[in-house]
């Protein structure tokens, strides 16, 4: 579904990605884990069109989208869920959610979704003409989920969705994961806790200094020594 080939990404002098390649495929949860500021974050912002590539290919579904804004990547259906999540605290539930939906052309069916979104997560169900800025970490995250749904991902890009939660609430970060990737959804997966990572994919690349170190299968990555001792903490 996605395939990204030998991708640079600089900003002015300093070099973020040098020549990285991975591939996505359709219906999987693919996991890139690495250490702070070894580029993840910028690798999901490459592919959503917010950052532009020095060299190299993006192509989702067989097209290119490295050269293609950010609007037309979502509408070709491949939707970030930004790190810290990033709602509009100063819009009601409803308003974030509804934003999400703003690039589908029937409103009736925005609106149908955005109930799903309230029996998927009831709190904001429950919430949902209360101000995003004044919600707990855990229902923006929610929120956050729920925006990104409604614009009808086939490829979601989740940056560290369990930054910053109670540990109480990361399990539940897991099952939402793999519950949307049951529906359908694609999901490639950037995440600080590389264990809950590695334990919901499928395949996984680790990210050293802009490059890709290791990539396997994410089970075999769980018992690869140099893994272990460098980011599961073993």
């Given at each position: 579904?996605?395939?990204v080939?030998n991708?640079?990404?600089?900003?002015?002098?300093?070099k973020?990605?040098?020549?990285?390649?991975?591939?996505?495929?359709?219906?999987s949860i693919?996991?890139?884990?690495?250490?702070?500021?070894?580029?993840?974050?910028?690798?999901?912002?490459?592919?959503?069109?917010?950052?532009t590539?020095?060299?190299?290919?993006?192509e989702?579904?067989?097209?290119?989208?490295?050269?293609?804004?950010p609007e037309q990547?979502?509408?070709?259906?491949?939707?970030?869920?930004?790190?810290?999540?990033?709602?509009?605290?100063?819009l009601?539930?409803?308003?974030?959610?509804?934003?999400?939906?703003?690039?589908?052309?029937?409103?009736?069916?925005?609106?149908?979704?955005i109930?799903?979104?309230?029996?998927?997560?009831?709190?904001?169900?429950?919430?949902r003409?209360?101000?995003?800025g004044?919600?707990s970490?855990?229902?923006q995250?929610?929120?956050?989920?729920?925006?990104?749904?409604?614009?009808?991902?086939?490829?979601?890009?989740?940056?560290?969705?369990?930054?910053?939660?109670?540990?109480?609430?990361?399990?539940?970060?897991?099952q939402?994961?793999?519950?949307?990737?049951?529906?359908?959804?694609?999901v490639?997966?950037?995440?600080?806790?590389?264990?809950?990572?590695?334990?919901?994919?499928d395949?996984?690349?680790?990210?050293?200094?802009?490059?890709?170190a290791?990539?396997?299968?994410?089970?075999n990555?769980?018992e690869?020594?140099q893994?272990k001792?460098?980011?599961?903490g073993?």
């Amino acid at each position: 579904m996605l395939s990204v080939r030998n991708l640079h990404v600089s900003y002015g002098p300093i070099k973020v990605l040098k020549g990285v390649s991975l591939e996505v495929p359709e219906g999987s949860i693919v996991s890139l884990i690495g250490a702070n500021g070894s580029g993840k974050t910028t690798m999901l912002n490459t592919i959503s069109g917010l950052v532009t590539p020095t060299s190299g290919e993006i192509e989702f579904l067989n097209e290119r989208i490295d050269r293609v804004s950010p609007e037309q990547v979502v509408r070709k259906g491949v939707v970030q869920v930004p790190e810290g999540r990033k709602v509009f605290k100063n819009l009601s539930v409803f308003e974030c959610l509804l934003m999400g939906g703003l690039i589908r052309k029937n409103k009736k069916e925005v609106l149908t979704d955005i109930e799903k979104i309230y029996e998927m997560f009831p709190v904001l169900g429950q919430r949902r003409r209360q101000m995003a800025g004044t919600l707990s970490g855990g229902e923006q995250q929610m929120l956050a989920f729920g925006r990104a749904l409604v614009a009808k991902p086939r490829l979601l890009l989740l940056d560290e969705p369990s930054m910053g939660l109670a540990p109480q609430l990361v399990e539940g970060v897991a099952q939402f994961i793999t519950n949307i990737r049951s529906q359908g959804v694609t999901v490639l997966l950037v995440e600080q806790n590389a264990e809950l990572a590695l334990c919901i994919s499928d395949r996984g690349y680790v990210l050293e200094t802009g490059q890709i170190a290791f990539s396997d299968q994410a089970c075999n990555l769980l018992e690869n020594e140099q893994v272990k001792r460098s980011y599961l903490g073993i």
